[in-house]
T-cell receptor, first 113, second 115 residues
Framework: DVKVTQSSRYLVKRTGEKVFLECVQDMDHENMFWYRQDPGLGLRLIYFSYDVKMKEKGDIPEGYSVSREKKERFSLILESASTNQTSMYLC????????????FGPGTRLTVL | AQSVTQLGSHVSVSEGALVLLRCNYSSSVPPYLFWYVQYPNQGLQLLLK??????LVKGINGFEAEFKKSETSFHLTKPSAHMSDAAEYFCAVSEGSGNTGKLIFGQGTTLQVKP
């Protein structure tokens, strides 16, 4: 079974702090994704990566950056956290040629005070 | 660009009743379609997928969905709801292919199952 893990299930940070969310997958998938999920808005794509050191902006990249130094790890960075970044963050991965089927981690619920 | 519309943000059924969650898509090419389920405070889990083989797709936990090209629909059904089916359900359509392919998600439908 594909396993996607996220470093924290719950996180509380203060406004202005730098926040790192880590995601690791164990199936040698090329693509990795970061979404945020808010009530009534579904899943919105923040960034994705289709290879090591490669990244593409999604629909809502403002206020976020990402890092992919190793194939199995994809990090989401909030340079200066703000209260409107309080949300559930979901990481996913997929293999090329898989009909775009994605495998999701358990999510990190981030609260910014 | 592809898009997905889920009709009804909340659906409530009684235990043992039919579950019907609606999904309509728009796609300029033959689509790949997915239904995911999310239980409270968890990530998304794949329920089933349509990849242009059989139009009636069976998934886990007794769910199935039928691809209807003429109606651009991919509705999710289950004959008899169980309390454990209470969750949020997302329909998604594939966009692009190869190394930049991704999924476009609907807004989600929360299923409530009443005893």
């Amino acid at each position: 079974d594909v396993k996607v893990t996220q470093s924290s299930r719950y996180l509380v940070k203060r406004t202005g702090e730098k926040v790192f969310l880590e995601c690791v997958q164990d199936m040698d998938h090329e693509n990795m994704f970061w979404y945020r999920q808010d009530p009534g808005l579904g899943l919105r794509l923040i960034y994705f990566s289709y290879d090591v050191k490669m990244k593409e902006k999604g629909d809502i990249p403002e206020g976020y950056s990402v890092s992919r130094e190793k194939k199995e790890r994809f990090s989401l960075i909030l340079e200066s956290a703000s209260t409107n970044q309080t949300s559930m963050y979901l990481c996913a991965s997929r293999s090329w040629g898989s009909y775009n089927e994605q495998f999701f981690g358990p999510g990190t619920r981030l609260t910014v005070l | 660009a592809q898009s997905v519309t889920q009709l009804g943000s909340h659906v409530s059924v009684s235990e043992g009743a039919l579950v019907l969650l609606r999904c309509n898509y728009s796609s300029s090419v033959p689509p790949y379609l997915f239904w995911y389920v999310q239980y409270p405070n968890q990530g998304l889990q794949l329920l089933l997928k349509y990849t242009s083989a059989a139009t009636l797709v069976k998934g886990i936990n007794g769910f199935e969905a039928e691809f209807k090209k003429s109606e651009t629909s991919f509705h999710l059904t289950k004959p008899s709801a169980h309390m454990s089916d209470a969750a949020e359900y997302f329909c998604a359509v594939s966009e692009g292919s190869g190394n930049t392919g991704k999924l476009i998600f609907g807004q989600g439908t929360t299923l409530q199952v009443k005893p």
